[in-house]
């Protein structure tokens, strides 16, 4: 019934319609992809139009943001900065809410090592939100719970992909004040199938179960991180793949084989964000600003951001950069990536084959396409290049 207001590849599953019903007539439920989306249950639907008026697809909430001040910025706490995906901005920004006794929203593993967004609210907590994760998260009914707290005048952060804060602030309807949220320049989200999958296969490997998984692990470096990635295990062993070895990694930079649909035409790239703080791995930063340690690009797109970056100057190393300097190394901020042809038949392939064996034959790229695709991120650099002289 999802093709009643919006057209299936165009769903993000932000999560908007089934916090908004009155009858929780809406359910997100995955398909045989791994990818959620919303279903109604007929006996228990109203028509009252809700879901429809609610989706920030077919009805984009208007925020009046400022022109965006960009900085790259690090963390001074070296732990801090060295257990976060880039500079550790989100995590400081994060405790300047929970020491004046807000709540913080973001995305964790549950103890099955699925992602799912929860309530934070101390020190200790914040660590489960801590660092990328690289599989969509299940929204719930996180909105409804943040409502509630913001009604009771309760200071909330949310961090979550930008079709999640856009479905947030749809939700919602109106520009709370105690409300910061947060997103990020986003590739694409993964298919949950496609993560278990391959986790599935790690703890077969080693016989044991995953305690931790770190997604962008600096062992080797910041600059290296995207293709570095820890599991530990409660036999005390610790798996860590790097470059090619890691096979999810591999299988997500490049072959795109299981990020979905929606994706591929993102309605919610550019720099007029939703959010009051967009955070990202500043790449292709100057080499004064980058000690491989991690640096975050920092877009403050609200007074509100502006006021919390403001507040969390002593803790940070920050300097002001120009809004040209973000599109060489973060072309996602723009641009939608292109969806593999071949996703579906590889996330079917893994109801009875393993993963590394699955990625493996998916990602081998005949020679003319590797030609054609070198001369798409030609292009693409050009482009950018002629960006930056204008």
């Not at 660590?127 to 009771?152: H, M, T, V, W």
Request: aromatic share 10%; net charge positive.
């Amino acid at each position: 019934m999802i093709d009643f207001w919006i057209l299936k590849d165009d769903c993000t599953a932000c999560g908007a319609c089934e916090n908004i019903c009155p009858k929780s007539a809406i359910k997100i439920v995955s398909d045989n992809y791994g990818f959620s989306y919303p279903e109604i249950s007929a006996n228990k639907c109203i028509d009252c139009g809700l879901c429809a008026q609610v989706c920030p697809i077919k009805n984009k909430y208007k925020k009046e943001n400022i022109e965006s001040e960009i900085y790259s910025a690090w963390s001074k706490n070296k732990d801090i900065r060295y257990n976060s995906t880039s500079g550790g901005m989100f995590s400081e920004i994060a405790l300047e809410v929970i020491k004046n006794g807000g709540s913080v929203i973001g995305a964790l593993y549950d103890s099955d090592n699925m992602i799912r967004h929860d309530v934070i609210e101390d020190e200790k907590g914040l660590e489960k939100i801590r660092q990328s994760k690289y599989a969509q998260s299940d929204i719930g009914l996180i909105f409804i719970e943040i409502k509630k707290l913001l009604d009771k005048g309760k200071r909330v952060a949310f961090c979550g992909a930008p079709c999640q804060v856009a479905g947030l602030n749809s939700f919602l309807d109106k520009d709370y004040k105690n409300l910061l949220t947060i997103d990020f320049i986003c590739r694409g989200v993964n298919s949950p199938k496609a993560y278990k999958a391959w986790l599935n296969q790690r703890e077969s490997d080693y016989q044991a179960k995953a305690t931790k998984v770190w997604f962008k692990y600096k062992q080797f470096g910041w600059k290296n991180s995207p293709r570095c990635t820890r599991v530990d295990f409660n036999n005390g062993e610790v798996y860590v793949a790097n470059g090619k070895q890691n096979t999810f990694m591999s299988g997500y930079l490049g072959p795109n084989l299981y990020i979905r649909p929606s994706c591929g035409n993102c309605h919610f790239k550019g720099i007029q964000r939703q959010s009051d703080i967009t955070l990202a791995d500043f790449w292709g930063i100057k080499k004064e600003y980058d000690d491989d340690l991690g640096t975050s690009l920092v877009m403050l797109n609200s007074n509100k951001g502006t006021s919390v970056f403001n507040k969390i100057k002593g803790k940070i190393v920050f300097e002001p950069q120009n809004m040209s300097s973000i599109f060489a190394g973060n072309v996602c901020i723009d641009n939608s990536v292109e969806i593999n042809p071949k996703s579906k038949a590889f996330l079917k392939s893994l109801d009875d084959n393993p993963f590394d064996a699955m990625v493996l034959k998916y990602s081998t790229v005949p020679l003319y396409k590797s030609i054609i695709n070198k001369g798409k991120r030609l292009l693409q650099k050009t482009l950018v290049s002629i960006r930056k002289a204008i």
